[in-house]
């Protein structure tokens, strides 16, 4: 039976809002989010509840009366640094014990972790998963009225209508993300996320285009699409595509991520004649090694997604594309893994994310043996990052002396003189003779550097 919370997420949003209200001030909230930004989406619904619910946003956990981490479960390194930070939270407690505590997302949705907060961190207050955020306003209406602490795992039914017209509070008016998928099907043999995030559930289209045309009308320039497969969008994602693209104005549509499987001819050529989908695609190739790509159940082989890359490149000349790629699968041998480097030259991807395998509980892959000692691993990590590294660098530096067009992101983090922006191919670029005034705005730069992640400029005009 499919249930849809959007209803008593608003009753106990009101009845939240009602205890706020008789507090002497406004309490102040912060949340903390680890990982993709699937989750970096879900931690602004959260917000934009709290918020509704009278909830000030804190600048650090420091001042907040509400802390809430939303965890990644992804690789054990995710895991370590989630459990780490919630750690910290007991001497929060310590010094002020009317801290509400809550700790949600991927994490949370395995039942052992879940026992194991439980259990072992007595000082946080409430638990949940990802499958639906709109259970949250009763989580922490329970939370507050209630000396006992609450755990909602994700093994309830229904939920399989995502909740729409709920609040959300995004970071920047210029730039958001747009869910528009939740969940996966794939059960790639190393992956958590199918377990976690449960089966794929796709937002109607109706709700997806007003939610983008709205964002547009309101200054947005830059919309991510989000799910973990978009091109398996039950509704059609090419057609889904066109329609976004025809809405009036100056922006740009992105998406992210692509199943090598689902990606079809038509979506290429799709993006090839649309004029605001961006020439990027991020589709993980994994492995290039027919034997793994099999043992990771990806459902395609390595020629199947090189002549899909040279389709794009065919299609789209101008085409950035970024992967994922996994090193040390159990049972990849020093043939296999020559096959991927292999692979990566062949395909001259823009940039790589890499990552060692990192066995999750629960998945097919955990049970298989794994012989391959860490080092080989390691070794072998290093030298694909030291095959991709010149592939990028030498793409990067093609682009000197051209001009690219960048949406302004701010100043960087490092030097209030630099600023930063991302190009319609989403590369990030550092550039000088700027100002505040360009932040969220589009800016002409002539790229005069080059390296293997970032490209430097200088401002040119609006
Ligand atoms: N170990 C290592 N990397 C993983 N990824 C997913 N699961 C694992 C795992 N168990 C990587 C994949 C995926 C990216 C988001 O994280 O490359 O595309
Ligand atoms: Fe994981 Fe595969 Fe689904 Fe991606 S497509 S989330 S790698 S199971």
């Known amino acids: 039976m499919q249930k849809n919370y959007a209803e008593s997420a608003r009753r106990y949003m009101d009845a939240v809002a009602a205890i706020v209200a008789s507090m002497p001030r ?254 990027h695609f991020h589709l993980p190739m994994q492995a290039g090694s027919n034997a793994i790509l099999k043992a990771m159940n990806r459902r395609y082989t390595r020629e199947q997604y090189l002549s899909l890359v040279d389709y794009m490149r065919e299609k789209m000349p101008d085409i950035a594309i970024s992967s994922d790629i996994i090193v040390g699968f159990p049972g990849e041998t020093e043939e296999d893994f020559e096959d991927t480097l292999d692979a990566v030259r062949h395909a001259q991807f823009d940039f790589i994310y890499s990552f060692i395998y990192s066995p999750r509980v629960g998945t097919p892959a955990a049970k298989l043996e794994d012989t391959t000692p860490h080092e080989v691993k390691t070794e072998r990590f290093a030298r694909l990052l030291e095959v991709q590294n010149a592939i990028s660098r030498a793409k990067n530096q093609r682009l000197v002396g051209q001009r690219l067009r960048l949406l302004v992101e701010g100043p960087s983090k490092t030097n209030p003189e630099v600023f930063s922006g991302r190009s319609f191919h989403a590369k990030l670029v550092h550039f000088t003779g700027g100002d505040e005034s360009l932040t969220g705005k589009y800016a002409w730069v002539e790229i005069t550097g080059a390296d293997v992640y970032t490209l430097t400029g200088k401002f040119v005009g609006v």
């Open 26 to 279: 406004r309490p102040a909230y912060y949340i903390e989010t680890f990982g993709c930004q699937q989750n970096e989406a879900d931690s602004e619904r959260l917000a934009g509840m709290t918020e509704a619910m009278g909830f000030v946003r804190a600048a650090d956990p420091d001042g907040a009366s509400l802390i809430i981490y939303n965890t990644c479960a992804v690789r054990e390194h995710a895991e370590k640094k989630a459990l780490s930070l919630i750690g910290e939270a007991k001497h929060r407690k310590a010094a002020n014990p009317d801290v509400l505590i809550g700790v949600c997302g991927c994490m949370t949705a395995q039942p052992h972790r879940m026992e194991e907060i439980k259990r072992h961190y007595p000082y946080v207050d409430f638990l949940f998963g990802t499958k639906a955020p709109e259970r949250y306003p009763e989580i922490l209406y329970n939370a507050l009225t209630s000396n006992k602490r609450t755990f909602y795992p994700d093994d309830y039914d229904g939920v399989d209508v995502p909740a729409e017209d709920l609040p959300v509070k995004r970071e920047m008016t210029w730039k958001a993300w747009l869910p528009i998928m939740y969940g996966c099907n794939n059960f790639c043999a190393y992956c958590i996320v199918p377990y976690v995030r449960g089966r794929e559930r796709s937002r109607q289209p109706e709700a997806i285009i007003a939610e983008a045309r709205e964002l547009v009308e309101t200054g947005c320039k830059d919309i991510t699409l989000l799910g973990q497969n978009v091109n398996s969008y039950e509704y059609g994602f090419a057609s889904l595509l066109r329609e976004l693209d025809k809405i009036p104005g100056d922006y740009v549509i992105r998406f992210m991520t692509s199943h090598p499987k689902d990606a079809t001819r038509e979506l290429i050529d799709t993006i090839a004649e649309s004029e605001h989908i961006a020439h």
